[in-house]
């Protein structure tokens, strides 16, 4: 069973127009990749190509702020009707802050968390309504190494990225970002094993979250016929496909969250847990 994000946005052809642009470093002026470019008040947007370009649709006159953000870099927000020159959208750099966290030489040990047997059959994407979802995770001690991580999704040909954040203590959401650099997977494979010692991920607290984000582009995309209001239409959707077991109850820990365009963190109706598991070393 497939489960998809639907959220349609039905624009008059004479009420919309285009948005291109690229998206650069502000430092090297080098285009940023496969960044999120996102509108606040729609709530929609998409990723820039490999080389930072992009192009968006708008509804004309509209008031609306562009967010764009990408792992390693300072979110940074543009009012839609005071655009920057040549539509070249620049974004600072973002150094994560380790001064609270203890590094540790060594790790002796090691734990698996949210270990699973099988893939089952329920798998979950989107359609472009949202740009990442989150499971949470419990390392057993705080200050743990992340050193591996496990997807099960469907043997489907696709790109997308990990990120990995600490636990807001007060609300339970995703808040800083762990890793400094761009985390980027590449598989076909239905069980995927990433690899992350060499980023040297600390988890400063016990409460984790591990991060899969879509890319939205032509490589990740296939197309579905819909039928909706006695109309037939043909939608997008998004790889990779990630497969999710059913929760016991809502007390247990292992809930997931979900990242809109606005950069708001939802909790995910359903009492689904992800299939990611992570080792620890400790």
């Known amino acids: 069973m497939k489960i998809l994000l639907l959220l349609l946005f039905p624009l008059a052809i004479n009420c919309q127009t285009f948005i291109e642009g690229t998206i650069i470093n502000k430092t090297t002026k080098q285009g940023i990749p496969y960044a999120t470019v996102g509108l606040i008040n729609e709530n929609r947007g998409t990723n820039a190509n490999e080389d930072g370009t992009f192009r968006l649709t708008i509804r004309k006159n509209s008031t609306d702020t562009i967010i764009i953000s990408s792992a390693g870099y300072e979110t940074t927000k543009f009012p839609a009707d005071n655009l920057p020159t040549k539509f070249q959208f620049e ?16 790790f002796s040990s090691s734990y698996t968390l949210n270990d699973y047997a099988n893939c089952g059959f329920n798998s979950y994407t989107s359609s472009g309504s949202i740009t990442q979802v989150a499971q949470h995770l419990q390392s057993p001690i705080a200050n743990s190494l992340l050193s591996e991580l496990y997807i099960c ?20 959401k995703p808040s800083n970002e762990l890793a400094d650099t761009i985390i980027e997977v590449r598989s076909g494979k239905r069980h995927v094993q990433v690899n992350l010692e060499k980023y040297h991920i600390i988890i400063p607290g016990k409460d984790f979250f591990v991060g899969i984000e879509w890319l939205y582009i032509p490589s990740n995309e296939s197309k579905v016929k819909v039928k909706s209001n ?17 929760r016991k ?4 820990m292992l809930e997931a969250w979900q990242l809109d365009y606005r950069r708001k963190w939802v909790s995910m109706t ?8 992570a080792k620890v070393k400790y």
């Open 270 to 277: 359903g009492n689904w847990t992800f299939l990611i598991s």
């Open 230 to 246: 006695g109309q037939k239409f043909r939608l997008s959707q998004y790889s990779p496909f990630l497969f999710f077991k059913n």
């Open 91 to 106: 974004i600072a750099e973002k150094k994560i802050q380790l001064s609270d966290i203890v590094l540790k030489s060594s």
């Open 153 to 172: 999704k469907e043997g489907d040909n696709s790109i997308f990225r990990i990120r990995v954040y600490d636990m807001d203590p007060v609300t339970g």
């Open 249 to 252: 109850s809502n007390s247990d």
